[in-house]
């Protein structure tokens, strides 16, 4: 079937970016938004749009009928659930497939699948991708966590098995601590997800964050290669790259394939993402979950390969196979993403919402800022604190991170602190020039060094505004 309209189940950037995409493609849309968000830009760029509710969350945008209602008023084809809120929620995917339309991603089934995460290391056993060490699957009591810790040592990670985006997650260095965190793990997890499930694994100590880029159109599935996520703050991601940093050629041939073997076994339909482990100093690596739906990141990865992997996700969703064969799938080139946040990063990264006094963007060629931001725009207080998203593309990283250098100089955003500071900061550090860092690096540095760079641009922007 081919999709002439589809509704946005989603706000902010990504809304914005779905939108552009399905009117690329020639295709109407249609944005859903709550009360709190009825003058943002995705409302203003689409065909239509419907109010599902109030601002809470829970009674707008995780609402599953009032979501389908508005599907079904307007008469769209499709719905699309962007990242977060719905996206992989499986009895949303079923109850839009009940009401006669088709859902931009993997299946219900497939979703509760691979969200499982125990679910999900039982399919990457079966597709021969190694995993981590630590649990088979979900473990019953406390004394079986015991005996696993003692199998691997410590320290190690409790994981909600329903978990996802760095919640439900624990560390534990001695079995007096096990013991105290188990049941409180359990008890959040059952909170949180509805799901008390908990798993465990070993935690490999300076490890990068590796993920990879799969498309798939339920029979064939190609990867557009690795994405390095390791800079992460309360184990939220804040600096991504594509192509991972110095990642040797074997290791990404054998990272890639891992990654479309697990899709293929669960025939894997639309754009997902493989993340795993990296141990450098081992050269191993090892799965850690599955993402059934499109990334924050996935910018970094458009950016050099040259796919518009939202347009390829409601390409298939219509129907149509994949339009890239793996072998036309190039690396050209090194991209950079940094997550601009309405948050001070000279105040504890405190939430800044306001309204947006000014904006100027760089606009050269390769450099890209997806965003939800105009001028006179008032951020709400319910929601992420995710403006946007600058993205460079250069020839390599050294000509990357320059490029990201004088972008970020160039990016002002008035009325509101952001974490443009934070990344100016990073960008002039040798560790990360160099790409010396792992996914225990930067709350240290934070700690160590990097407020006070930060303060000290910080206090350089503020010069320049004045002056």
Known sequence: MTIRSLLVANRGEIAVRIIRAAKALGIRTVQVFSAADADMLAVRLADEAVNIG??????????????????????????????????????????????????????????????????????????????VPGSAGRIDDIAEARRIAGETGFPVMIKAAAGGGGRGIRIVDSMEELDRQFPQASAEAAAAFGDGGLYMEKVITKARHVEVQILGDGQNVVHCFERECSLQRRRQKVWEEAPAVGLPADIRARL???????????????????????????????????????????PVTEMITGIDLV?????????????????????????????????????????????????AVPDQPGIRFDTMLYEGYTIPPFYDSLLG?????????????AKLEAALAALSIGGVSTTIPLHRALAGDAAVRSGDFHTRFLEPWLAAEGE??????????TEGQSA
């Open 389 to 401: 998203k600058l993205i460079v593309h250069a020839g390599d990283r050294a000509s990357c991170i």
């Open 54 to 131: 109030p601002p809470a969350a829970k009674k707008s945008y995780l609402n599953i009928e009032a979501v389908i209602a508005a599907a079904k008023a307007a008469g769209v084809d499709a719905v699309h659930p962007g990242y977060g809120f719905l996206s992989e929620n499986g009895d949303f995917a079923d109850a839009v497939e009940a009401a006669g339309l088709i859902f931009i991603g993997p299946s219900g089934d497939a979703i509760r699948l691979l969200g499982d995460k125990v679910a999900a290391r039982a399919v990457a056993a079966r597709a021969g991708v190694p995993t």
């Open 256 to 298: 890639c394939d891992s990654a479309v073997a697990l899709a293929r076994e669960v025939k894997y339909r639309g754009a997902g993402t493989v993340e795993y482990l990296y141990d450098e100093e081992a050269g191993a690596f090892y799965f850690i979950e599955v993402n059934t739906r499109i990334q924050v990141e996935h």
């Open 452 to 461: 006070a760079r930060i303060a000290a641009v910080s206090g350089l922007e």
């Open 311 to 359: 347009q390829e996700m409601i390409r298939v969703a219509g129907g149509e196979k994949l339009s890239v064969r793996q072998e036309d799938i190039r690396i050209t080139g090194h991209a950079i993403e940094c997550r601009i946040n309405a948050e001070d990063p000279a105040r504890g990264f405190q939430p800044a919402p306001g309204t947006i006094t000014s904006l």
